[in-house]
């Protein structure tokens, strides 16, 4: 259905048209579902809401790991409600995304076959216990440098579903720099572990951002458009320049020798990402993308007889009603 409305959309738009919306985004205004809008405006849209809603959906997986092996009872919850709150940030973003004339189900299908992204920083394992620390205070302090700035984007329906995300990651991200804290804090094993994840996550969140601003392909319209509020390498470095401070409360080292205070710019200097591993992990070849790939195909998979279930009922109920009219 989607496919068939970009095609008798796809006509040349008309410059009036496009003059007058453009003047709406640079008015701050919000354009809703039924307003009209170039083509290229919802498609971006719906590419960037749906990666994102992936990377909420399969941004479980990493920390599901750790639900049955949580250190303590109180820990296991504070988990759990994690993990659960992300499975929701999919459902308003899915939500978001259908009011674009695409269906939740297109959208999955498009990610269990490969052809939609999602974020990077999922396809890194979890190995031990610190990367719950790690994951909740670079990963969700990551997503909440590019996401609050996302409040204000010009679409109405996402702008305000990224209001209750933010609200939502900060306390994951809390969660996380204290599970740090404990962490840095306790014996010199825990604090090995702490060390050990900073290690393997710092580059990965930074890749996050996407690539650099030379090498992105969307950063220009999406900003014309107020999809994007921000380059990647603006909200990069901010991450960068909170992120320090907060690794040297903690005692533990920032894995990048060139991380220094510059008095001229006022901001951190720091190394780039290896930008060949970020570019093979998004074509699928990082670390964990299969398995991640094979775990939502399976989960989409054992769901079927719900979906069946309700379809079934559905089907019922409308026969019924026929009958009686
Ligand atoms: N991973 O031209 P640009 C979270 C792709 S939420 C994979 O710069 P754009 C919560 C990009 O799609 C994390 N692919 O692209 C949580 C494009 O390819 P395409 C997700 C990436 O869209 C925490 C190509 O590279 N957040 O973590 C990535 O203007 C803990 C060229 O790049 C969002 O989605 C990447 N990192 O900027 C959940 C936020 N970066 O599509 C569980 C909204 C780039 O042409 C646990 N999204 N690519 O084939 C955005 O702000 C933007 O889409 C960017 C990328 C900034 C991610």
Not at 165 to 186: L, P, T, V
Request: glycine share 6%; net charge neutral.
């Amino acid at each position: 259905m989607y496919a068939q409305m970009i095609k008798s959309e796809a006509t040349k738009e008309d410059p009036e048209k496009l003059a007058a919306f453009q003047a709406r985004i640079d008015a701050d205004d919000k354009i809703e579902p039924k307003d009209w809008m170039p083509l290229g405006y919802r498609k971006t849209l719906v590419r960037q809401i749906g990666q994102h809603a992936h990377s909420e959906i399969v941004g479980q997986l990493p920390e599901g790991n750790w639900v049955t092996r949580a250190p303590t009872l109180e820990r296991k919850a504070i988990l759990l409600a994690k993990v659960q709150d992300e499975a929701g940030h999919g459902l308003y973003l899915y939500c978001a995304a259908e009011t674009l004339g695409v269906s939740r189900d297109e959208l999955t299908e498009d990610l269990l076959s490969g052809k939609m992204k999602y974020s990077s920083i999922f396809n890194y394992p979890t190995l031990t216990w610190a990367d719950m620390g790690a994951v909740g205070w670079l990963v969700d302090g990551a997503a909440i440098m590019n996401q609050v700035p996302l409040q204000r984007t010009s679409y109405g329906p996402y702008a305000r579903a990224m209001v209750r995300i933010c609200k939502e990651e900060s306390f994951h991200q809390r969660q996380g720099y204290d599970i740090m804290m404990k962490m840095a804090n306790g014996t010199s094993a825990q604090k090995r572990m702490a060390q050990d994840a900073l290690n393997r996550f710092w580059y990965p969140a930074l890749m996050m951002f996407g690539p650099s601003d030379k090498d992105s392909v969307h950063s220009e319209q999406s900003m014309a458009w107020k999809i994007k509020m921000n380059t990647n390498d603006e909200l990069r470095q901010k991450f960068v320049d909170q992120t320090v401070p907060q690794a040297e409360y903690l005692g533990l080292t920032v894995p990048d020798p060139a991380v220094k205070w510059n008095d001229k710019t006022k901001r951190y200097d720091f190394s780039e990402p290896d930008w060949d591993e970020f570019f093979d992990v998004i074509k699928g070849n990082g670390p964990c993308n299969t398995e991640r790939l094979a775990a939502r195909n399976r989960a989409w998979d054992d769901g079927a007889w719900v979906r069946d279930g309700f379809l079934a009922h559905a089907r019922k109920k409308a026969a019924r009603r026929m009958a009686a009219e």
